[in-house]
Every structure is written in C-alpha cells, then in structure tokens.
C-alpha cells in the first residue's frame, strides 16, 4: 500500500483544514488506518484512528470533540477535519495503515506511512 497526505498548511487559531490520506496499490478496505503528528523536538504521536469498515474511531485525548476522522473505501481515501484549531496542533501529520481490523493506537501497529503534511497553527 503507498500512502499520499494532503491538505495541510497555514491557518490561524480557531480555523478548520481537512487532511486526505489516499493510497493506493491493494485494496484500502482492508486496512486499518491512523493518522498520527510529529511536533520539532517533540516525539511522534497518536491522533485519530479508525477500523478497516469505519465504524470504530479512536481519538487522542487532546483532539476529541474538534477533530474527526472519516473514511471513504470506494475512493481508497481517509479524511481528517481538524476544527478549532489550536497553535500546539503544530506539527507533521502521517498517515498510516495497516493490515487488521483496527483502530490501532501504536505507531507499532502500523505498517505502511505516507510521506507526511505540515499543519502549522499562527496565534
């Protein structure tokens, strides 16, 4: 499977961006997929996960009630809405899959990563 991540940039404090995960190469409804971020200096974390079918999602403490991860199995595509953001969302966000029903909350479970997006938050 190969991952590509899209939709990330520049917005201010309060606004929304959408982040697209697509991939390609086997069947994307088979795999688990997460999208996890990595701040400068910071180590990588967890952000939102969601099953192989999208009826099970998990989310890090911190983005729960402002962001939403989706899934699009037709389109081989995985949506993140990030709403109401906040400067400390700063940071790289991968996407990554793998093989099971999923959600995964490790980065171990993982096996397969996009290329990464950057979301940076102004004040």
């Known amino acids: 499977v190969q991952l590509q991540a899209s939709g990330g940039g520049l917005v201010q404090a309060g606004g929304s961006l959408r982040l697209s995960c697509v991939a390609s190469g086997r069947t994307f409804g088979g795999y688990a997929t997460g999208w996890l971020r990595q701040a400068p200096g910071k180590e990588r974390e967890f952000v939102a996960a969601?099953?192989?079918?999208?009826?099970?999602?998990l989310y890090a403490d911190s983005v729960k009630g402002r962001f939403t991860i989706s899934r699009d199995n037709a389109k081989n595509t995985v949506y993140l809405q990030m709403n109401s953001l906040k400067p400390e969302d700063t940071a790289v966000y991968y996407c990554?899959?793998?093989?099971?029903?999923?959600?995964?909350?490790?980065?171990?479970?993982?096996?397969?990563w996009g290329q990464g997006t950057q979301v940076t938050v102004s004040s």
């Open positions: 990554a899959s793998g093989m099971g029903r999923g959600p995964f909350l490790v980065s171990s479970q993982y096996e397969y």
């Open positions: 969601i099953n192989k079918g999208g009826g099970s999602t």
